[in-house]
């Protein structure tokens, strides 16, 4: 059984429902998990979906900001919502597909702007929701896939420049080592660089704030899928599909893929 997942962080799922069509009649995945869907539940375009050959819809939820959702051609079961910003905020979804895997689709909060929990509250709620996903993942004893955004990009050749932006948020030490923890807490394997080791760039975000991003490149991985190790072993390949950046209307995140041989 081969299998697909998908992550993207679409931006609004409305407005950009056009791309997504267009991703997923191009490339197909069996499944995919969006982020910052920004839509409540009964506004979700599930039928868009289902059109298309996607007939389970997962979703999570929130007006105006946040909101995660997964669309499958695959059968999905046990679904949950954990709430790892402690406000209620829709920043995760998962779901068990019948085979027994686990996938969680989460986004991560982006942290403000200043790399300093006591005159940055974001910050701090950041890296407490980091923390809260590390005390899960501790106790973690299924065979998982953990996909989305996660808002930071860990090693110096995950962005651009690392000494530009390691006082940046997303990209500053105490970011890193927060992921490190979480990373370590069950032996997760990062899909994107087993397949892509370092020195090898790999972006998967591009402010829009440039005029031509492409020419000026100033990318970061922001986006990750990370495996339990022995789900790690049966995967197969791994794309970032940067093209996608350049699509009409797009999102400011490209899709990113993993192949799976079950």
């Not at 699509?247 to 079950?262: A, G, N, R, Y």
């Amino acid at each position: 059984m081969t299998l697909s997942i998908a992550s993207w962080n679409i931006n609004s799922v409305r407005f950009r429902i056009g791309i997504v069509e267009q991703f997923l009649t191009q490339e197909s995945p069996d499944i995919l998990c969006l982020q910052e869907t920004k839509v409540i539940d009964a506004d979700f375009p599930a039928a868009a979906f289902r059109a298309i050959g996607y007939t389970h819809v997962i979703i999570h939820g929130q007006r105006m900001h946040h909101g995660v959702a997964i669309v499958s051609r695959v059968p999905l079961i046990e679904d949950d919502r954990l709430d790892w910003q402690s406000n209620g905020e829709a920043r995760h979804v998962g779901v068990r597909l019948p085979n027994g895997l686990r996938l969680e689709n989460v986004y991560v909060p982006a942290g403000g702007d200043v790399p300093d929990r006591d005159v940055n509250p974001k910050f701090g709620q950041k890296l407490d929701f980091v923390e809260r996903m590390t005390r899960w993942s501790e106790t973690l004893d299924v065979p998982t896939v953990l996909t989305g955004d996660f808002n930071i990009a860990p090693l110096p050749e995950d962005v651009w420049s690392h000494k530009a932006l390691l006082d940046v948020v997303s990209h500053t030490p105490i970011e890193v080592e927060a992921l490190a923890r979480l990373q370590r807490a069950h032996d997760w394997v990062d899909l994107g660089r087993k397949f892509h080791p370092a020195p090898a760039r790999l972006h998967t975000w591009w402010s829009y704030r440039a005029k031509d991003w492409a020419a000026s490149d100033r990318g970061r991985r922001l986006d990750h899928m990370w495996a339990s190790p022995a789900v790690a072993e049966n995967a197969v390949s791994h794309r970032v599909c940067e093209p996608v950046r350049s699509w009409l209307k797009p999102s400011d995140h490209v899709p990113i893929i993993t192949e799976f041989d079950l």
